[in-house]
């Protein structure tokens, strides 16, 4: 099977190309700014999803059986501000399935990677039948693109995940840059009215590609849409209170406050995160804890 991971320089895009190579499957990724993972024993190949005729280019060459997607714009203050945002999250997966109708005699599954931001925070965690309600403009894109695809594709997979870690040379997540503020001894205010399920990338990539392979077998285009998450649902501050513990940093120096207190740009949602009975029951395999995740982590980066 040919698989095309379209941002393969983020860290969902990492793990997953990671899995599929270790799973001795075929795999072409691309990026957009970041090369950072040449490293990779496979094809990377600059692309950009904000272009029709980049995206072209990529899938008439490669003619891939499954088209991952987990390259986007999500710099979530940012998107409130920033019209390019919309290019990419939006925009992009309008590209994508131009592109993928347009192969003769296939019809690639396309697996889009969506947020918990779709979602208000009113009332988590959230299932995959509960009704959406965005109070970003992050959220809105994550869910006009969700909308897009399952309008205008039939071979189609919809994965919502939540505070997303693990191995990022680009260092834009949450833990990563923790740890590093904590490291040099900066102090850190996080709030402890954001609740989410902290989801590990190594978990993400197994999980999904297990998921596919269920989807292999039936046709049905019902139930399309699957929570990949952590198993544990958490503050925001009792998270980072728990990699001070595992990484050995100091407590003290994280501050609880409210999330209001912040006056960042985009609405967070705040009681969210999701419920994760469906992949566990559709894969036949727990999602991982937090706690054991950081652990892996910590273990992980002591080799690189």
């Given at each position: 099977m040919?698989?095309?991971?379209?941002?393969a320089?983020?860290?969902?895009?990492?793990?997953l190309?990671?899995?599929l190579i270790?799973d001795?499957?075929?795999v072409?990724?691309?990026?957009?700014s970041?090369?950072?993972?040449?490293?990779?024993?496979c094809r990377?190949?600059?692309?950009?999803?904000?272009d029709?005729?980049?995206?072209?280019?990529i899938?008439?060459?490669y003619?891939?059986d499954?088209?991952?997607?987990?390259a986007?714009?999500?710099?979530?203050?940012?998107?409130?501000?920033?019209?390019?945002s919309?290019?990419?999250?939006?925009n992009?997966?309008?590209?994508?399935?131009?592109?993928?109708?347009n192969?003769?005699?296939?019809?690639?599954?396309i697996?889009i990677?969506s947020?918990?931001?779709?979602?208000?925070?009113?009332?988590?965690?959230?299932?995959?039948?509960?009704?959406?309600?965005?109070?970003?403009?992050?959220?809105k894109?994550?869910?006009?693109?969700e909308?897009l695809l399952a309008?205008s594709?039939n071979n189609f997979?919809?994965?919502?995940?939540?505070?997303?870690?693990?191995?990022?040379?680009?260092e834009?997540?949450f833990?990563v840059r923790?740890?590093?503020?904590l490291?040099?001894?900066?102090a850190?205010?996080v709030p402890f009215?954001?609740?989410?399920t902290?989801?590990y990338?190594?978990?993400?990539?197994?999980?999904t590609?297990?998921?596919?392979?269920?989807?292999?077998l039936?046709?049905?285009?019902?139930?399309?849409?699957?929570?990949?998450?952590?198993g544990?649902?958490v503050?925001k501050y009792?998270?980072?209170?728990?990699?001070?513990d595992?990484?050995?940093?100091?407590?003290?120096?994280?501050?609880?406050?409210?999330s209001s207190?912040l006056?960042?740009p985009?609405?967070r949602?705040?009681?969210s995160?999701?419920?994760?009975g469906?992949?566990e029951?559709?894969?036949?395999q727990?999602?991982?804890?937090?706690e054991?995740a950081?652990?892996?982590?910590?273990?992980l980066l002591?080799?690189?």
């Amino acid at each position: 099977m040919k698989n095309l991971v379209l941002g393969a320089s983020g860290q969902i895009g990492h793990a997953l190309t990671k899995r599929l190579i270790h799973d001795c499957q075929e795999v072409v990724g691309t990026y957009c700014s970041h090369n950072l993972y040449s490293d990779l024993p496979c094809r990377i190949f600059k692309a950009d999803v904000s272009d029709q005729t980049s995206v072209n280019n990529i899938i008439s060459d490669y003619v891939p059986d499954v088209i991952f997607v987990p390259a986007g714009y999500t710099h979530v203050d940012g998107c409130e501000k920033e019209p390019k945002s919309k290019l990419i999250n939006v925009n992009g997966i309008n590209h994508i399935t131009k592109a993928a109708r347009n192969i003769k005699h296939k019809s690639p599954l396309i697996v889009i990677f969506s947020s918990d931001y779709v979602f208000d925070g009113t009332g988590g965690p959230y299932s995959e039948e509960d009704i959406p309600n965005p109070i970003s403009e992050y959220g809105k894109q994550k869910l006009l693109a969700e909308h897009l695809l399952a309008t205008s594709y039939n071979n189609f997979c919809i994965v919502r995940t939540n505070w997303v870690f693990g191995p990022d040379p680009q260092e834009k997540n949450f833990v990563v840059r923790l740890i590093n503020n904590l490291k040099d001894g900066q102090a850190a205010t996080v709030p402890f009215d954001e609740w989410g399920t902290p989801t590990y990338t190594v978990d993400i990539a197994e999980a999904t590609i297990k998921l596919i392979k269920y989807f292999g077998l039936q046709r049905s285009r019902t139930n399309r849409i699957v929570n990949i998450a952590g198993g544990k649902w958490v503050n925001k501050y009792e998270f980072s209170l728990s990699i001070c513990d595992v990484f050995g940093l100091d407590r003290r120096l994280v501050t609880g406050v409210k999330s209001s207190e912040l006056k960042r740009p985009a609405a967070r949602p705040l009681l969210s995160g999701l419920k994760v009975g469906k992949i566990e029951e559709l894969i036949g395999q727990r999602m991982q804890h937090y706690e054991d995740a950081l652990m892996k982590y910590k273990k992980l980066l002591s080799y690189t």
